[in-house]
């Protein structure tokens, strides 16, 4: 029987896109084990960086200088904390998470050697393997073995939970009175968390949390009863989150008394109002809204100039300039570091975030609004104390360099205003 040319050219053309098909799974596949084999790469680089900067038995009396680290259980290597910013700033990683990947490297080489060389032949991927260093990085060195044993051969399809399971099975085996601890310590889990940092561009902030059994009856009997006041034209769902709003603010005769704080800054020829307590921008309606609600306390404060060059004779910053360099930059000038500059109300009775860190260090460079940024305190004691620098560069943000001569930018959040435009609305 023969083929028309139709039907020929119809199978050249489907079998053209079969090869085609083919060619971009086996390339896509080809990808995924090239991204494997470096994973693999990048945590043998990181051991042999902590190899380079041994550190010693870790001092925990040095308060402010610079320390030598554990990043991992008991048994492995510490290393030079000095050394951790660059190697995560070399990766692309923020200090934190720089520290975490070294620790888990020299987790998996020393404590858990059985799982490091599946690792290395490529049997475990990278990401699981961190996950039990992780949870061994508590366990006493004859535990850690224990896991080892007994996850190495599976970790490439054991689940989370599995690892968590042996991991408190060797605890209690090797380490009763530590597991004993931390069965009383988890009865305290417990919390309540209102996530300030990360609001939806329209407003809205995420809330969870844990509670005893018979609070969380309790609060939901008060919901629900407050939620039955509301209009009822509203969604149940609207009407829930608005009594959890209203909860604890009765004046005592039946009103309604609400006090929020709201840091709100409004720029020259800006369309929205940022709103620093939540890291959002909203509409002026939407401001105004909540001002409006019935109960709410609205206070203004002044304008501070945030070009203003402010100073002291003093090595330490007056509350105007930190709360001038806060509005300024925002954040912690190092790369990749978003701790907030400023305390503000989402982190009432917490500390200030970050230290007002000079430039030119003190008295060679004035305490001045030029000479000063926030950083926070890890940041802050690399500058001063393990070799690192940065330049204020107009258009591109902080310059800095590393003990070895490498740069990296911080961009600016936000440019400097052209004029005075930093309000504080309450």
Not at 404 to 425: C, D, L, Q, Y
Request: charged fraction near 25%.
């Amino acid at each position: 029987m023969t083929s028309t040319a139709t039907e020929l050219g119809t199978d050249t053309s489907e079998l053209a896109a079969a090869v085609s098909a083919e060619s971009v799974l086996t390339a896509a596949a080809a990808t995924r084990e090239a991204i494997a084999d470096l994973e693999v790469q990048q945590l043998i680089q990181a051991c042999d960086w902590v190899a380079l900067h041994p550190g010693e038995e870790v001092d925990t009396s040095i308060e402010f200088g610079m320390r030598d680290l554990q990043i991992a259980g008991d048994g492995a290597p510490t290393v030079d904390e000095a050394a951790v910013a660059e190697f995560a700033l070399a990766v692309g990683k923020t200090t934190d998470a720089g520290r975490l990947f070294l620790g888990d490297a020299v987790e998996l080489q020393y404590r858990l050697p059985k799982l490091w060389a599946r690792v290395v032949a490529g049997e475990v991927a990278v990401w699981k393997a961190r996950k039990v260093a992780q949870a061994t990085t508590s366990l006493p060195v004859d535990a850690a073995a224990t896991v080892d044993v007994r996850l190495a051969w599976c970790a490439h399809r054991c689940s989370f939970a599995e690892i968590e399971r042996q991991v408190e099975k060797a605890r209690a085996e090797h380490d009763p009175d530590a597991a004993e601890e931390l069965r009383v310590t988890a009865l305290e889990k417990r919390r309540f968390d209102i996530d300030l940092d990360h609001a939806t561009p329209d407003g809205l902030v995420h809330v969870e949390g844990e509670l005893d059994a018979a609070d969380a009856v309790a609060l939901e009997a008060q919901i629900k009863a407050k939620a039955a006041t509301l209009d009822l034209d509203l969604p149940l769902d609207v009407r829930r989150s608005m009594a959890v709003g209203l909860l604890g603010t009765s004046d005592g005769e039946g009103g309604q008394v609400r006090e929020i704080v709201v840091y709100a800054h409004v720029r020259p020829g800006q369309a929205t109002v940022d709103v620093e307590t939540t890291r959002s921008s909203i509409t002026p309606e939407h401001l105004k809204d909540w001002c409006q609600q019935a109960g709410t306390k609205v206070t203004v404060r002044p304008v501070i100039d945030l070009n203003a060059e402010l100073s002291t004779e003093c090595y330490r910053p007056t509350e105007l300039m930190k709360e001038q360099i806060g509005l300024r930059d925002r954040q912690c000038c190092f790369p990749g570091c978003t701790r907030p500059a400023r305390t503000g109300p989402a982190r009432t009775g917490r500390a200030r975030t970050t230290d007002a860190e000079h430039q030119v260090p003190w008295p060679e460079g004035p305490t001045a609004s030029s000479n000063l940024a926030p950083a926070c305190r890890t940041h802050h004691r690399l500058k001063t104390h393990a070799g690192w620098d940065y330049q204020r560069t107009p258009g591109i943000g902080f310059v800095w360099s590393t003990p070895m001569g490498r740069t990296h930018v911080s961009p600016f959040v936000t440019e400097p205003p052209p004029e005075p435009a930093a309000r504080h609305t309450r």
